[in-house]
């Protein structure tokens, strides 16, 4: 192709015809993908056309062009650039495929147009930390799913630890959020207790599949993100912190008389010794017992090696009397006779991050 030919189709383009532009701009586009490797000059000249013409014509035309242009090897960038921040119906083929597109460019439109180009740019094949760190930032819940539903998107660890945060108040949030397979364990253990019964159990079998080293890594950096807006301890927490000290100190604490203090309904109590002889913070007990997470309270007591009959006794105890009471705990001891302790094992080590870093003072 003769850059002079270039040359007359820009004197073309001074036609006053909205038909004849229309069709200018599909010749010049046909010719642009008829050529293969196109030197700067030609590709310059190819930008200018395009973009003169592309920027005078109505939504329909700029989206058949921007559709042909989002999967070119090589598209003209100043165009791509223009289209990206164009109507969404324009921008979506080029922010979701186009090559031409830099993290700047990227940026850029994640900081100036709204949640349809959020999300546009969420279903790159590819997409930088940088770029995911802006999508998190000013995006919503729905454009929050999008991202992380796309393991091309690569999410910083704060830009993780956000989206937790989010997902906390957001239970749509939460199967994208634990499907994540790059989502570092210990955020994917601190979701644990925000989740239903389902995922949950997704929780557990990838704990069972987590690599020893990598799971030092991950309890590392989860002591960086001990929470502290668990809530402030009970009143009557020191004395009975110090009645069980006392207990601990002449050998009279075992599982059956965690068993009695619950019966007496001395909970404060309970709970201190529970978070004790499981090695957990009294915060997350506490969590358990007041939201009566059975399956969370069947993980600590395999942990600890508690018999089946006295997490079955827990479970009467701390279930309202109902009807079905009875049905309720037979299913939840089939449910501990069925957890292997191992996976108990590895989910506990990062309940017990609050604890090794001091519940007390983050309280």
Known sequence: MQSSRLHDLITLANEPSSVKRRELLRGVTDMFFAGEGHNAVEMSLFDDVMSQLAGEMEEA???????RLGEAPAPPRGLSRALASDSIAVAAPILRNSSA???EDLLHVARTQGQDH???????????SVVSDAIVARGDDDTLGVLLRNEGAVLSREAHETVVDRAAANPSLHEAVIDRNSLPVDLLNEMYFMVEARLRDRIMEKNAGVDPAMLEAALTAGRKRVAVEDGALPADFAEAEKEFRTLRAKAQISPQILANMLRAKRTTLFLV???DMADVDFHTARKIL????????????????????LFLTFALLILEPTDDVMLKAKSYGELYAALPRESALRTIRFWRLRRTTGDVAAA
């Not at 959020?118 to 930088?128: E, G, K, N, T």
């Not at 993980?299 to 089946?308: E, Y």
């Open 101 to 103: 597109l830099t993290d």
């Open 290 to 309: 007041e939201r009566r997470e059975m399956d969370a309270l069947s993980v600590i007591c395999k942990a600890a090696d508690f018999d089946r009959s």
């Open 61 to 67: 035309v700029k989206v058949e062009l921007a559709q």
């Open 273 to 275: 010794a529970l978070a």
């Open 118 to 128: 959020l999300r546009a740019i969420s279903q790159r094949p590819s997409v930088s």
